[in-house]
């Protein structure tokens, strides 16, 4: 087997789905690009049947698809004309294979097969209800990068496939630890901070990560995949959200308008600089970008919060994006730009903004770094009731102890020097955080690339968590 990097939780699951002395159903999801396929397929290797939709493929497209899979693992009978016919024709490829034990069945890219009126969703339910579900061995493993649709139509189904997943597994990218340990395996030993840099700016999602290239440097990569002519990640962007989305246009307005808030938009903020209806449409938008992992969803700390009669606020997470947006809007025709660029405001700028978002997608190992992960905590964020204060601190863990920590995040390439300007910001948001939230005994943690520069202002922060830190869980 290929060396499978991260993934231990679900290759753990995935045996023991596939030693079970029972048939499973399993769907696995997560955004396009993120592994979903080589998991399972080097997971599993050998497969009693497998087959893959087509992406904008019409029903005739998939159909074929699926038929010409069937011949391959021995059908014979005529071209079945409707689903129904071909799960027929896949039972009886699965009652005609020799092969013992665990019968693995892979259907890669599922939401694919469910064109308009097809039919293949009743199919499906009928497959797995009347004939497979009753079997010891059938291991019937579906994916799709179409995460919504998974989520809807498979795992949340209303229907005949109501409760019938045995198992869902949501995909995530690599978190910092197995990104170093992804680009090592490739030639690429970056350090820490190297390696960081690229995750704020491709996170940790495999495939984006694969496109570097160990015969060039850190910098040239990115000139290479970015700034290039015909760069290859300048045309992902569009068929990222292309491939996930029937109507991609709504969910890029949405994206487009919280790279430009970086702070986070309530829904009624959204519908109104959208000029939409604050209605369940825009609810499902929002909902279908979280399940992708491209925004989160926070409620605020606070007695009388901002949101109580807004929701829940919403903010741009997936780096690729926060990326593309904020280098887009340049449109420098330098095809050495980030090389170039080394060392300037503009860089550093963004290098703090993504830094912010390195944080939140690593929460767990920030809470173990503080010896937190054996007590139990809650952790929001929080902004200022009073826009005009304009006050909003990203992390804010509440501990059983008692003890509520005030979390900030500096991104430096050195050690961190905190100004005295910096002080008084700092000072003021707890002050901010204090008034508002009362009975809270609190102190401020720092969280920054290579710790603190002892001076006379940076004993305010109680605490101080490295970059490092987050590497060691």
Not at 131 to 155: E, F, H, P
Not at 375 to 399: C, F, N
Request: glycine letters at 6%; aromatic letters at 14%; proline letters at 1%.
């Amino acid at each position: 087997m290929t060396t499978i990097i991260g993934r231990r939780s679900e290759m753990d699951a995935l045996t023991k789905y596939k030693n079970s002395d029972k048939s499973e159903f399993v769907a696995i999801y997560g955004r396009r690009r993120i592994g979903k396929t080589f998991l399972v397929s080097q997971f599993y290797k050998n497969f009693a049947f497998e087959t893959s939709g087509i992406i904008g493929g019409t029903k005739k497209d998939e159909m074929d698809a699926f038929y010409t899979s069937l011949m391959l693992y021995g059908y014979t009978g005529k071209k079945p004309r409707t689903w129904m016919e071909m799960f027929v024709a896949l039972r009886q490829v699965l009652e005609a294979s020799g092969k013992r034990g665990a019968k693995v069945v892979f259907i890669d890219e599922l939401p694919c097969f469910d064109t308009r009126c097809s039919g293949f969703v009743k199919a499906l339910d009928y497959f797995w209800n009347t004939w497979a579900s009753k079997q010891s061995n059938i291991k019937l493993i579906v994916c799709g990068s179409a995460t919504s649709w998974m989520v809807r139509n498979i795992i949340n189904n209303k229907g005949g496939l109501h409760n019938r997943i045995t198992h869902e597994m949501h995909l995530h990218a690599f978190n910092l630890c197995e990104t170093k340990q992804f680009l090592w395996k490739k030639g690429l030993k970056w350090d820490n901070l190297l390696v960081a840099q690229t995750y704020m700016i491709m996170g940790g999602v495999p495939y984006y990560l694969d496109l570097l290239d160990s015969d060039k440097g850190y910098a040239e990569n990115i000139d290479h995949l970015f700034f290039a002519k015909d760069a290859t990640m300048k045309q992902e962007y569009g068929r990222l959200y292309s491939s996930l989305f029937t109507n991609p246009k709504q969910y890029k307005d949405v994206v487009n308008l919280l790279a430009k808030n970086k702070k986070g938009l309530t829904r009624g903020e959204i519908a109104e600089k959208l000029k939409t209806a604050n209605n369940g449409h825009l609810t499902k938008v929002l909902e279908d970008l979280e399940y992708c992992d491209f925004i989160r969803s926070y409620v605020v700390l606070g007695k009388n919060s901002l949101t109580k009669n807004n929701g829940q606020i919403y903010q741009l997470v997936d780096q690729y994006s926060l990326f593309y947006h904020y280098f887009e809007a340049l449109r420098t025709r330098d095809e050495h730009y980030w090389t170039f660029s080394l060392g300037t405001p503009t860089q550093n700028t963004w290098y703090g903004l993504a830094f912010e978002r390195l944080l939140m997608q690593h929460i767990p190992q920030a809470l173990t770094a503080m010896h937190l992960d054996r007590m139990h905590t809650e952790y929001y964020s929080w902004r200022s009731e009073y826009r005009k204060q304009g006050a909003q601190i990203d992390l804010v863990i509440d501990r059983a102890d008692g003890i509520t920590d005030i979390c900030e995040a500096k991104y430096s390439m050195h050690e961190y020097v905190l100004e005295k300007s910096e002080y008084n910001k700092v000072l003021k948001r707890k002050e901010a955080f204090d008034t508002t939230v009362e009975g809270k005994s609190t102190r401020l943690v720092l969280f920054t690339t290579k710790g603190i520069k002892r001076n006379a202002y940076s004993d305010v922060f109680q605490a101080t968590i490295t970059l490092n830190d987050l590497y060691k869980f």
